[in-house]
């Protein structure tokens, strides 16, 4: 008995750590991975580098995005660039 007291507050520590921390993060995750798989051609999206645009194509790795800003240039991006999509 004394063994379980003495590792107790190592276990809750673990336990909060796990819902604080590492479980929103999983979460997080999960949610940007479902994000760029539902991604659709047409979408508009923001980039991690601020970059605004209109998805053209995509494929497994690459998005090309269409900007307004330079006379409709079509540029290629990582897939995981994706920050959001504009609704």
């Known amino acids: 008995m004394e063994f379980f007291m003495a590792i107790l507050p190592f276990l809750v520590l673990i336990l909060v ?3 604080l ?3 929103p993060a999983q ?7 479902n994000m760029q798989s539902n991604l659709q051609k047409g979408d508009k999206v923001v980039t ?9 194509s995509f494929d497994q790795k690459h998005m090309y995005i269409r900007t307004e800003d330079v006379d409709g240039a079509v ?4 897939r995981v660039a994706l920050k959001e999509i504009v609704k």
């Open 17 to 19: 750590m796990y819902f």
């Open 27 to 33: 979460k997080k995750q999960k949610d940007v991975q």
């Open 48 to 56: 991690i580098g601020g970059m605004h645009g209109e998805v053209e």
């Open 75 to 78: 540029l290629k991006f990582d």
């Open 21 to 23: 921390m590492i479980r």
